[in-house]
């Protein structure tokens, strides 16, 4: 938990984010500057073609320019240092311990090493595996998938592969979701080639037993589901809903996005389920983050593991080794054995926190939920979703400021943009489709203390107060982040550039020609 | 009543031609707003008329001492609107109760659909998008007038509001109003306008009859600033699941094709079809428009039959509104032939309660067809609704 600090909305009156007039790199040129240059470097030998023939067009600029310019940007940058309750996203502090430990116990490593010289990794991945079926209930994990997107694809292509191995593929092409599951369900199982069926939510605040009844059949490969949702029910039927799926002859994975409330309180073989998914990059402690290296821990049970992504660490003799003698094998979801950095990150975390660790933090992060929730029906104009529901929430639950939008014309967005004029990054609203108008989604997990979830939402009650007070402070925040709005959209080509080229053919030619 | 007098650009047979479309505004133009308040809206609702297309409601309601909210809802409209757009307002037949705007219209009202459609006219050319205080019947009225083929956005304020075009509270409708005008490419998509026959009701008989089709603003504000949303395209997904429905379309089956738009660019995917009609096809053609319940009893006797339906109006209503001429006798004559919805998830989205209705006029039937149906969402893709009757 994060460190209590006094007064803090008072204090935050003068927040500034830092705001550096800084150029962009190619405009700080001067001819000339340099940084530390090596006389004897030798000149690196290229076959003919591959040598350019003139010089690169980069900026000259010197060492301590570079360092500066950087540092300003990285000062500017929008979020992941103030209070961020980024739901469904599980936001944890990723201890330096573990960049450091994958520094120094993987930099010096290639995966294309023979397994005999990579004993060490292969180690951490099966006694991970083993850590990872405890916890779940599975006989095999593999850390291959590059996010949880790429786990629920592996899932897709193992269905396929089982199915297969049965002659049923024909007849088995239609998988079956929930419209609260994360969108790459239904996405992945299209892509695999399979007709997604999509239930819709009920009276319950999930899909009935009749609706899912309705459509289960000869055709039905898999149920692919999340549980909780993001609004943070529990569908308690879940062990009939894996029977009825059975009995129909599919599999069932258990996407694990939303672990943290229930980690060590639920396996999710002991539910029936065939396989599951957790991201080692939120749930478990690595960094996330930016579309950077993720891993989506994928595991299963016995009768899934023929057709698992290869190779896997198998134990031989004293040591370990890579199979690749899979036949029934789907193949490769991604190059090597995964992103293993991450894998070790998390593996650290893990064993860090031990059983007892994890089922605290589950707790902490349900009783931190609830407190929130209580506190956020106290304020005006937010609403819960599902308000008829008195089932308590998991770890998330997902609101709506509704209300406050009809009343004052602010929306979910100018109220999020506002906060951060406070020092709260930007919140969650809601993954599509929007069944809650105006919807966001705090999730606080074990980090945040009561102090800065407390802020949070006196920030949040804030500034709905200005909506009714002064609704264009609202509508034109951020005052204080290093951007103001936008004044154009992002699709408008004429006026955006990512490149320096793009910028220089779109804006700098016109301007030189006036 | 002119059923068929909107007028809608191109009749591509690609989807998102026939039923998005963007219009460019020049950068010198000024975008300006029709207004039209419907002086009679609403005023059947509180009189148990069900509505208040009679001709007489207004000296009934005078006679009762009864006001119409459209006013005072335009007004809240305007007011919303005026938050961060300063763009001319022409407005008629009445005036809201409060906020700047430019009388349009007679000098003298009739106290009949005749003010509306005047003041429909007298915009013509002259506004980007009429924003309109009313129900189902103000939008036919504004739609039999509106030859241009204006955009149009409704100010929740009628009895009967069956039609897509209605914003779900009048201070969201001055926001996407606001929104509308000032985005340079002034995206819309079409919407059915449906009205139910208040005779009939009164009658306690339903009977709603989909008249036509209007453009209106594509609400797009949720889609483009959710920043972990991928770049989601209904367009292009309900082009690709009815390129995947008619592939999949097999040369035995007569096709019983529904009216709406979306059935519109499939029939164009299919050789050609109404807009409003209930068509048949078979062999991947339109072989028959238009057809009524006798026609279809005809067409469907003895075939192998299959219905295709989508989602009419802002209701959820598949069956029995709009689409009557697929009747009890019709669905019966066809052996309870299956039916097909085709309808974008953002559409199933919006609906509130998450269900679908149906409503055939035969209780023993309709109890029959409730129950759960996977409607297509997009290739590949099926949600299942609740059908209730």
Redesign the interface.
Same mark, same amino acid.
């Given at each position: 938990m994060t460190a209590p600090i006094k007064d803090y909305l008072k204090r935050s009156n003068g927040y500034r984010a830092a705001k550096w007039s800084e150029p962009v790199v190619m405009e700080m040129t001067g001819s000339g500057r340099r940084g530390v240059v090596f006389e004897d470097a030798p000149a690196p030998d290229l076959p003919g073609k591959a040598a350019r023939k003139t010089a690169p067009a980069l900026p000259e600029i010197t060492e301590h320019d570079a360092l500066r310019h950087y540092l300003h940007l990285s000062q500017m940058t929008l979020g992941m240092m103030g209070i961020s309750l980024f739901g469904t996203c599980t936001m944890k502090y990723n201890p330096r311990i573990g960049e450091r430990a994958s520094l120094d116990h993987l930099k010096g490593l290639h995966p294309l090493q023979e397994a005999e010289t990579l004993q060490g990794v292969l180690e951490m991945y099966d006694k991970f595996s083993d850590f990872l079926c405890e916890v779940s209930g599975m006989d095999q994990f593999v850390f291959q998938a590059g996010g949880g997107a790429d786990a629920a694809y592996t899932h897709a292509c193992v269905t396929r592969a089982y199915h297969a191995s049965r002659g049923e593929l024909q007849q088995r092409d239609q998988i079956i979701t929930t419209i609260q599951t994360h969108p790459c369900s239904p996405a992945t199982a299209n892509t695999a080639g399979f007709e997604v069926i999509t239930l819709s939510l009920e009276e319950n605040g999930y899909p009935s037993l009749e609706q899912l009844k309705s459509v289960v059949g000869p055709r039905t490969a898999a149920l692919m589901v999340n549980n909780p949702d993001d609004m943070g029910i529990y569908n308690p039927d879940i062990k009939e809903w894996v029977r009825i799926v059975h009995e129909a002859g599919g599999l069932c994975f258990y996407d694990h996005a939303n672990f943290n409330g229930v980690m060590t309180r639920l396996r999710a073989r002991e539910l029936g389920f065939d396989a599951c998914m957790y991201m080692l990059h939120k749930t478990f402690g690595a960094p996330k983050g930016g579309g950077g290296p993720a891993v989506g821990a994928y595991g299963c049970a016995e009768h899934l593991v023929p057709f698992l992504p290869g190779p896997v660490v198998v134990k031989q003799g004293d040591g370990y080794a890579l199979d690749t003698d899979r036949p029934q094998s789907i193949g490769r979801v991604r190059e090597f054995m995964g992103n293993a950095p991450q894998v070790l990150k998390a593996y650290a975390w893990a064993r860090a926190m031990g059983a007892e660790g994890l089922r605290e933090a589950a707790d902490i992060s349900v009783l931190a939920n609830n407190y929130m929730d209580k506190r956020l029906g106290e304020v005006k104009g937010v609403s819960r979703s599902n308000p008829g529901i008195d089932v308590p929430r998991m770890e998330m639950t997902r609101h709506s400021v509704e209300q406050v939008a009809q009343d004052t014309g602010c929306s979910i967005f100018d109220i999020s943009m506002r906060m951060t004029d406070f020092g709260i990054d930007a919140l969650w609203l809601s993954h599509e489709p929007f069944l809650v108008a105006e919807p966001f989604t705090p999730e606080a997990g074990e980090l945040w203390s009561k102090e800065d979830i407390d802020y949070w939402i006196d920030v949040l009650e804030h500034v709905i107060g200005e909506a009714y007070s002064d609704p264009e402070i609202v509508k034109t925040a951020p005052h204080n982040a290093p951007i103001h709005q936008l004044t154009s959209a992002l699709d408008e080509p004429g006026v955006w550039a990512t490149t320096w080229r793009a910028y220089a053919r779109k804006h700098l030619k016109s301007m030189a020609a006036e | 009543m002119g059923n068929f007098a909107c007028v809608f650009h191109g009749e591509s047979a690609r989807f998102h031609h026939a039923n998005k479309s963007t219009n460019e505004r020049d950068q010198g133009q000024v975008a300006r707003l029709g207004l039209i308040i419907n002086p009679v809206a609403g005023l059947g609702g509180a009189m148990a008329r069900k509505g208040s297309d009679e001709a007489d409601i207004g000296a009934r309601a005078a006679a009762e001492g009864r006001v119409s909210q459209a006013p005072m809802r335009a007004a809240r409209a305007l007011s919303?609107f005026r938050?961060?757009c300063d763009a001319e307002v022409l407005a008629g037949p009445v005036l809201p109760d409060t906020g700047t705007v430019t009388p349009v219209g007679p000098d003298v009202l009739q106290g009949t659909a005749e003010d509306t459609k005047a003041c429909v006219r007298a915009m013509a050319g002259q506004v980007d998008l009429i924003l309109f205080a009313g129900g189902d019947g103000t939008a036919r009225d504004i739609c039999a007038a509106n030859d241009t083929g204006i955009p149009i956005l409704g100010i929740p304020s009628g009895v009967k509001m069956h039609s897509g075009v209605f914003a #779900?509270?009048p201070?969201?409708a001055g926001?996407m109003t606001a929104a509308f005008l000032s985005d340079t490419r002034q995206r819309t998509e079409m919407v059915e306008i449906l009205d139910l026959d208040e005779a009939a009701r009164r009658a306690g008989r339903l009977s709603a009859r989909l008249y036509t089709v209007a453009r209106t603003p594509l609400d797009l $504000? =949720? $889609?483009?600033?959710? %920043?972990?949303?991928?770049n989601?395209d209904p367009v292009g997904e309900m082009d690709a699941a009815l390129a995947a429905y008619v592939a999949g379309m097999r040369e035995d089956t007569l096709y019983v094709l529904g009216p709406g738009a979306t059935m519109k660019a499939l029939k164009d995917r299919l050789g050609g079809g109404s807009l409003l009609g209930v068509d048949v096809a078979e062999g991947g053609l339109v072989t028959g428009t238009d057809l009524d319940e006798r026609a279809l009893m005809a067409r469907v006797a003895g075939r192998r039959v299959r219905i295709v339906l989508t989602v009419v109006g802002g209701q959820g209503f598949v069956l029995g509104r709009g689409n009557q001429q697929i009747s009890p006798a019709v669905l019966r004559a066809a052996g309870m032939p299956p039916i097909d919805v085709i309808c974008g998830?953002?559409k199933?989205?919006g609906l509130n309660p998450?269900e679908l209705t149906i409503d055939t006029g035969d209780v023993a039937l309709d109890g029959t067809l409730a =129950?759960?149906w %996977?409607v297509i969402?997009g %290739?590949? #893709?099926?949600?299942?609704?609740?059908v209730v009757a």
């Open positions: - | 919303a938050e961060s #779900r509270s201070e969201r926001r $504000a =949720g $889609a483009r600033q959710n %920043p972990k949303a991928g989601t998830a953002e199933l989205a998450q =129950g759960y %996977p969402t %290739p590949g #893709r099926r949600q299942v609704m609740r």
